[in-house]
C-alpha cells in the first residue's frame, strides 16, 4: 500500500531557531514530491523535488529528495511567527497524490 | 482571480439530506483532484478525472460519494444521504497533464452535517 510518513507530528521552537521536517515515503510509481504549507485554509506550494541530490530552496526554506532511501527533508531557518503552520508532504504517482499527516509547526517569539 | 475557485464555502445541512459541491480549475488545468480532509489528517484522496473522464476513484469512497466533470471544465462532487462522519473540509485541486506538474488548491468547502 502506498504511504506517506511525515515526522516530527509536532514541533514547538523559539524564533530564530532552525528546523527539520522529515518526509518517508513508499510508493509504486514515484514522479515526484511537493511540499506544501497549510495554514488555517488550504494548502499553498512550496517545493516540488523530481531529482535525488539537488537542493531546492526559497529564501529561508530549501528541501531534498533522497530516492535510495526514499525521504526527504524540509529545513527551515531563522524561523519567524509567520512559519507557524502544517506542512505537507505529497507524492505524486502519476495518478494520485498521497499526503502524509503533516506536521504542525509553532514558532514562538 | 484565475485560480481555482469552490462552491459554497461552508454547508451545513442536517443528516440524510443530500448536498452537492461545486469545483472550478484553472482554466487551463486538464486535471481535477477531490480530496477530503478532517482535523489533524492530510488531505486524502477520493477522486480525479482527466478532462471529462473519471480516471480514478479511492476504494475508501462510499457509493453515497460522486463526482461529475461533465464538459472537462468545472466538477461536482455529490454526497446524497450525509451522515455525521462525512464532516470535513472538502478540497479540491487542479493540474497540468503529469508526474511533474505541482497542484494548486481551491479555498475548500466546509461541510458540517447536524
Known amino acids: 500500500e502506498d504511504k506517506v510518513v511525515q515526522s516530527p507530528l509536532s514541533l514547538v521552537v523559539h524564533e530564530g531557531d532552525t528546523v527539520t521536517l522529515n518526509c518517508s515515503y513508499e510508493?509504486?510509481?514515484?514522479?515526484?514530491l511537493l511540499w506544501y504549507k497549510q495554514e488555517k485554509k488550504a494548502p499553498t506550494f512550496l517545493f516540488m523535488l523530481?531529482?535525488?541530490?539537488i537542493e531546492k530552496k526559497s529564501g529561508r526554506l530549501s528541501s531534498i529528495l533522497d530516492k535510495k532511501e526514499l525521504f526527504s527533508i524540509l529545513n527551515i531557518t531563522a524561523t519567524q511567527t509567520g512559519d507557524s503552520a502544517v506542512y505537507l508532504c505529497?507524492?505524486?504517482?502519476?495518478?494520485?497524490?498521497?499526503f502524509g499527516t503533516g506536521t504542525s509547526l509553532t514558532v514562538i517569539p | 482571480d484565475t485560480g481555482v475557485s469552490q462552491d459554497p464555502r461552508h454547508k451545513i445541512t442536517k443528516r440524510g439530506q443530500n448536498v452537492t459541491f461545486r469545483c472550478d480549475p484553472i482554466?487551463?488545468?486538464?486535471?481535477l483532484y477531490w480530496y477530503r480532509q478532517t482535523l489533524g489528517q492530510g488531505p486524502e484522496f477520493l477522486t480525479y478525472f482527466q478532462n471529462e473522464a473519471q480516471l480514478e476513484k479511492s476504494r475508501l469512497l462510499s457509493d453515497r460519494f460522486s463526482a461529475e466533470r461533465p464538459k472537462g471544465s468545472f466538477s461536482t462532487l455529490e454526497i446524497q444521504r450525509t451522515e455525521q462522519g462525512d464532516s470535513a473540509m472538502y478540497l479540491c485541486a487542479s493540474s497540468l497533464r503529469g508526474g511533474m506538474n505541482e497542484q494548486f488548491f481551491g479555498p475548500g468547502t466546509r461541510l458540517t452535517v447536524l
Open positions: 523530481t531529482s535525488s541530490g
Open positions: 505529497a507524492v505524486n504517482t502519476g495518478n494520485q497524490f498521497y
Open positions: 482554466s487551463e488545468h486538464n486535471r
Open positions: 510508493v509504486t510509481n514515484f514522479r515526484s
